[in-house]
């Protein structure tokens, strides 16, 4: 059995120290295979956040990968944002967009971010060409008979939650994705954990949701995902912070 943590929207800088200090014992005692957190480490990208965010990480003692998530590039600094929008990320470099092997599991990156949109709202989803080939690759080099989780930031369609990701270009990727031997899409965004299961006309793919672990809760306290994946099968059990 394969044992994973997913978590999503740390938001150092808003971060809930409650909640991480929740999170990092609840890795001590479990010891997971790996920690997934699909984007959103912080706040507004600045220096002192991203900072924080590799000390945390570094102190969990587990492979740990890390997607990009729209909080991820900076707000204020639209030249940086345009020309190097991940220049930030160095001190966390070794843990963004990490492909991880596990014996029966591949962890596979979608980056769905994206620097400018032609619309208001930047924070929302896209899914690019570019990117999309990339995973897909990747994809067709996993090892035959691998349970592969696709780890991206925005919900490829968008669950029954108060936040929407408004995903562009997710529901064809979600298509690709299934069909070229994805099994499930591990994501973040809206802040509230979900667990469906999508047809997408030749068969279907799970889409598992996790919530945050910053003080900008919706529906529902801190959390976390534990996944389990054994026999071809996997289990998700949310894990919610106690009050």
């Avoid at 971060?15 to 959103?40: C, H, K, N, Q, Y």
């Avoid at 690019?128 to 691998?146: D, Y």
């Avoid at 929407?164 to 994805?182: D, I, P, W």
């Avoid at 910053?214 to 306290?221: A, D, F, G, K, L």
Wanted: overall charge negative.
């Amino acid at each position: 059995m394969t044992n994973l943590f997913h978590c999503s929207d740390i938001h150092f800088g808003a971060e809930d120290r409650a909640a991480l200090d929740w999170f990092a014992g609840e890795v001590a005692s479990a010891r997971p295979d790996a920690v997934i957190i699909t984007g959103d480490l912080t706040m507004r990208a600045k220096h002192r956040e991203f900072a924080a965010a590799g000390e945390w990480m570094a102190s969990l003692g587990v492979p740990v990968t890390v997607e990009v998530g729209n909080h991820d590039m900076p707000y204020y600094n639209l030249i940086e944002r345009f020309l190097t929008p991940y220049r930030r990320y160095t001190r966390v470099a070794d843990k963004v967009e990490k492909e991880i092997d596990l014996p029966g599991v591949s962890i596979i990156p979608l980056n769905t971010t994206a620097r400018a949109q032609w619309r208001f709202n930047w924070s929302k989803g896209t899914v690019r060409s570019g990117a999309l080939r990339s995973t897909l690759s990747a994809l067709e080099t996993a090892p035959a008979g691998s349970i592969n989780l696709i780890a991206a930031h925005h919900p490829l369609v968008d669950a029954d939650t108060r936040t929407s990701g408004s995903t562009r270009g997710g529901l064809e990727a979600l298509q690709a994705l299934q069909k070229a031997g994805a099994h499930a899409v591990l994501t973040g965004h809206v802040h509230d954990p979900f667990d469906i299961d999508r047809p997408t006309g030749d068969g279907s793919i799970r889409l598992i949701g996790a919530g945050t672990l910053s003080e900008r809760t919706r529906e529902n306290p801190p959390s976390y995902n534990r996944i389990s994946v054994a026999d071809g099968r996997i289990l998700v059990d949310v894990q919610f912070m106690p009050s």
